[in-house]
């Protein structure tokens, strides 16, 4: 009886403690809620009406009264920058920078946020200027490569290189693009009226050696081909035509698939040295184990101009043949156009359409092939008629493969 008495009197205690546990945790909570000023209430019925402008101007109200909300800052101006909503991305971030009291490494942190807000706006002259504003920070790395990417954007090599070398000097990363910095420099040089020989050799020096630190990181030979060129055309406006043709020749063997770019300038160089069916004979023979649409264009009117109409027609049908193309097609159709006008259609009479109707032909795969007469960039799609090594599109390296859009 005595063991049944106890248990009465100790559930209505446990009751009660249970009682007064829950009433402590709920004054908790109501004092917390508390704390939370109102604006941060409206800011969030704001952003759920979609009411931004006032979200954020509740939002900044919050900032004001409560110094722990940084991080909804940052969080609010990322997710406008991502949905494309700049002002706004740069309203919150300013909001931010304007207060006084804010720690440096916040400083820091919305000083490389309102950069990126500006990089994506395309304000690139304030984004540089934000960016370097960091470069002592926490955000150096980040800041150093969009500052890299700044300077590729403008096309400013010699700040690029910059850019580059005090990346490296706080982290040891690969920049292939590197290369192609100095390539550019080389290439613009050449293009004065008097191309500063010491210079440009300085520039394909630096390039070379970047190619020999990075050779690992490199995903094709692009680079090495580029300098190539590049080299041959120095020696080209050196008048060292031995030299030119050696460096041609070394891409032919070594980057079998980019003749095409050098092809015209390879003849060139033969016929300067009177060997013009020397050079005709080595890019036919090469076109036979590398075919590629633009050195079939180039040997095919070279076939043409040397030997006349028929072998050249012989060369391209023996090629379209083996390698059935509409651009070669229509190229082919143009030369017999031109040959049917202009030798009266001597020389392969009954081998080919009437006129009208090769005109005719000529009309409606020529409308039809000039779509695939392109490169085209493989990472953004970009289509030129002339080869890039750096997308106009989006800024990337390598990306055009030394093919037309119909050998894809
Ligand atoms: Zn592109």
Redesign the pocket.
């Not at 990472?379 to 970009?382: E, K, M, P």
């Given at each position: 009886m005595d063991y049944e008495a106890w248990w009465l009197i100790l559930i209505p205690i446990l009751f009660g403690l249970g009682w007064i546990a829950a009433r402590v945790d709920v004054r908790q909570m109501m004092s917390e809620t508390r704390q939370l000023p109102d604006s941060y209430f409206k800011g969030l019925n704001f952003l759920l009406n979609e009411d931004h402008d006032k979200a954020i101007d509740a939002f900044v109200e919050v900032a004001k009264l409560d110094t722990e909300t940084i991080e909804l800052h940052f969080a609010l101006g990322n997710l406008f920058r991502r949905r494309g909503e700049i002002e706004r991305a740069i309203r919150v971030h300013q909001s931010l920078l304007s207060r006084a009291d804010l720690p440096k490494e916040e400083r820091d942190h919305a000083q490389h946020e309102i950069a990126q807000d500006f990089f994506k706006a395309g304000m690139l002259d304030r984004a540089e200027a934000a960016f370097k504003a960091v470069l002592d920070s926490s955000f150096a790395v980040s800041a150093n490569r969009s500052l890299i990417r700044i300077y590729e954007a403008e096309h400013d090599w010699p700040k690029a290189i910059e850019a580059v070398k005090h990346l490296h000097k706080i982290l040891d990363e690969p920049v292939p693009q590197l290369i192609h910095y100095y390539c550019e420099l080389a290439q613009q040089a050449m293009q004065s009226k008097q191309p500063d020989i010491t210079y440009i050799e300085m520039q394909l020096k630096q390039a070379e050696q970047a190619l020999l630190k990075q050779q690992t990181a490199l995903l094709t030979n692009a680079a090495s081909v580029r300098i190539a060129m590049l080299r041959a055309k120095l020696l080209k406006i050196q008048a060292d035509m031995a030299g030119e043709r050696k460096y041609l020749e070394g891409i032919l063997a070594n980057a079998p698939e980019y003749a095409g770019l050098i092809a015209a300038d390879l003849l060139d160089n033969y016929k300067q040295a009177q060997q013009a069916e020397l050079g005709l004979d080595l890019l036919r023979q090469h076109y036979m184990s590398h075919p590629s649409l633009d050195l079939f264009k180039i040997v095919f009117s070279e076939f043409r101009g040397q030997k006349g109409a028929k072998p050249a027609w012989e060369f391209a049908s023996e090629s379209l043949r083996l390698h059935p193309s509409l651009l070669g097609l229509d190229k082919l159709l143009e030369v017999e156009l031109k040959a049917a006008a202009g030798e009266n259609g001597s020389g392969h009479e009954g081998e080919i359409l009437p006129d009208v109707e090769l005109s005719l032909l000529h009309k409606m795969i020529h409308k039809h092939t000039q779509r695939l007469d392109r490169y085209s960039?493989s990472?953004?799609?970009?289509q030129a008629r002339t080869f890039y090594w750096q997308?106009p599109?989006?800024n990337?390296w390598e990306?055009y493969a030394p093919r037309k859009l119909e050998e894809m």
């Open positions: 960039c990472s953004c799609g970009f997308c599109g989006c990337m990306t």
